[in-house]
């Protein structure tokens, strides 16, 4: 069984997961991306996707409008998932502010339009 991510966390959607992966003939890696920001708590709602199984990685900002003032709620999101999925820090990364994401964070991998200079 698999879920919808909504505003009120996960809602079951039998088969979801499952549908997704196996209408590829490869191993496919899911990610959610930050429609867990949407959610009343990110930090439950990535539990929740946790217990689900079968997600690789999420997209988040900690629910805030940018990764830099969402930092916190990252920080909290990075250490409960451990090495059961990756949350990939997104939402205005910048050369600018991707040191400090990282120390604020511990994250390991980011997302942004702006990441890699040219």
Known sequence: MCSRLDLDGLTPEPGLIEG??????????????????LTKDPVQALEDLIALGGINSILS?????NALKGSIKLREMVLRAGDKI???????????????????TGATEYHGRKIVSM
Request: charged content about 20%.
């Open 61 to 65: 900002s900690g629910g805030a409008e």
């Open 20 to 37: 997704v992966t196996s209408a590829v003939p490869i191993p496919l890696k899911v990610t959610v991306h930050k429609v867990i920001d």
């Open 86 to 104: 990756k949350v990939i820090v997104a939402g205005k990364v910048s050369p600018e502010n991707l040191e400090v994401l990282h120390r604020l």
